[in-house]
């Protein structure tokens, strides 16, 4: 009896993940800012917020010495060391650290470096040019939307989704990583991780370096691969735990 039990168990496991509350919660609010990002997009409001900063002649704030030295290379090179602090701990926890599992301190590293990678190669690729580069503020490029994939707008592109603001946001799974433990400090490292990267992003807009809805999809992505990653880290447990019932299984029934 006991070995059809396990098998049932282990067969129930799926449908347990799928019909779990927490999943139907972070798919909905994953649509949902996904639609207010598809709202944004299509209100055309980046062009008009950069015109708060810019001028014909271009960015006043572009060289400011708080805003390139503190927001830009300071917050670029604070979470680095923080990347660099994290996968030290990998094998020698310290810190807090300490109260993660190994499996906990992987899955973190891994939606960083993914959400920063991911970001970066998108930007490669992009050939939406920034704010900076358009010909409203002295440069040469006219002015076209990161949707319209494969037009060239005269710039030198590279711009979009925000890279600076990834330093922040790719820590977004974080919150992935907590909220099972430590639901309290999950929310206070998403509402930390949301403020710092929303000042990163807008540090860049006031320099003419993005426009908000960069900022916005480098906060969507990071956030959907963070979620991504848990997912993939949940499948892989289950299989080692129906694994492990299953070789329990064959004990019990020799």
């Excluded at 639609?35 to 960015?59: I, Q, R, Y």
């Excluded at 650290?97 to 301190?105: G, N, S, V």
């Excluded at 440069?139 to 710039?155: E, R």
Aim: one cysteine or more.
């Amino acid at each position: 009896m006991f070995p059809s039990a396990v098998r049932s168990s282990g067969a129930a496991v799926p449908a347990a993940v799928s019909a779990n509350p927490a999943t139907r919660r972070t798919l909905g609010w994953t649509l949902l800012a996904l639609a207010l990002l598809l709202v944004w997009d299509a209100s055309g409001l980046d062009l008009p917020l950069a015109h708060w900063f810019g001028t014909p002649t271009g960015f006043p704030l572009r060289d400011n010495a708080f805003l390139v030295k503190v927001v830009h290379e300071g917050g670029r090179d604070l979470s680095w060391l923080g990347l660099a602090l994290l996968l030290v701990g990998i094998r020698w926890p310290f810190g807090p650290l300490r109260r993660l599992r190994l499996q906990q301190r992987v899955q973190l590293a891994v939606s960083v470096v993914l959400g920063v990678s991911a970001v970066s190669i998108l930007k490669t690729t992009s050939h939406s040019s920034c704010p900076w580069d358009l010909d409203a503020f002295g440069g040469v490029a006219h002015y076209v939307s990161h949707w319209a994939w494969g037009v060239y707008d005269g710039g030198p592109g590279r711009c979009f989704p925000g890279g600076h603001a990834s330093a922040a946001f790719a820590w977004l799974g974080g919150y992935f990583v907590l909220r099972q433990t430590a639901p309290r400090a999950a929310r206070l490292w998403l509402a930390a991780v949301l403020a710092l990267g929303l000042v990163f992003g807008w540090g860049q807009q006031m320099r003419g370096a993005h426009y908000m809805s960069h900022n916005l999809w480098t906060a969507w992505i990071c956030w959907s691969i963070g979620w991504a990653v848990d997912a993939a880290t949940r499948a892989v447990l289950a299989r080692r735990a129906g694994g492990h019932f299953a070789a329990d299984a064959k004990l019990n029934e020799g």
